[in-house]
């Protein structure tokens, strides 16, 4: 097997379990178990649970955002596309393995001053938001350029609250 695919099945392997379990709970062990590796094998890609736990924060980002950006341009073009965002999030709510927002549950597991992983999703939420602009941007007509950034804020607030609300409606069964 190719040291990429190596790299690609513990990532893989490491995200499905941090998203699953939290990074706290999931051990080392446990990724080389699941992923069918020697620790050798996982320690020639990765120094450290961080440098994984990284890797997992960028490779849940890229599948979320170009997801949302095939979902959301796949619709007409004008305010659907902008409100295809909502469509995209109930979707994601009832996707069977759906437990929240991973960069939420990452943060609140880690240490305070683990500036690394909190600087990588601090980079998500912006990338996410940029592409909310872009949306406003190609489909909304009158909104003027210094309104873009407070509109994306506001449409990122209402889809984070979403995704929080849904993780307590969830989980007290209503």
């Not at 690609?8 to 706290?24: C, D, H, M, Q, V």
């Not at 991973?102 to 996410?128: G, M, Y």
């Not at 938001?129 to 309104?147: H, M, P, R």
């Amino acid at each position: 097997m190719k040291h990429s695919e190596v790299k690609n099945r513990i990532i893989e392997t490491a995200s499905f379990l941090f998203y699953k379990n939290g990074y706290n709970s999931t051990g080392i062990n446990e990724i080389i178990s699941e992923a069918g590796i020697a620790k050798a094998t996982l320690y020639n890609h990765f120094k450290s649970k961080e440098e994984i736990c990284l890797a997992y924060l960028k490779f849940k980002n890229s599948s979320f955002i170009q997801d949302v950006e095939d979902f959301t341009t796949s619709k007409p073009k004008g305010k659907a596309q902008v409100l295809a965002i909502f469509d995209f999030l109930e979707l994601f709510f009832r996707d069977k393995d759906f437990n929240g927002c991973w960069c939420i549950k990452t943060v609140s597991e880690i240490p305070k001053d683990n500036e690394i992983i909190r600087a990588e999703i601090q980079l998500q939420k912006h990338s996410f938001i940029d592409l909310i602009s872009k949306l406003i941007t190609n489909n909304l007509e009158n909104v003027k350029e210094a309104q873009v950034k407070s509109l994306a804020r506001q449409i990122y607030l209402l889809y984070e609250g979403a995704v929080g609300e849904s993780i307590y409606t969830k989980k007290i069964g209503q």
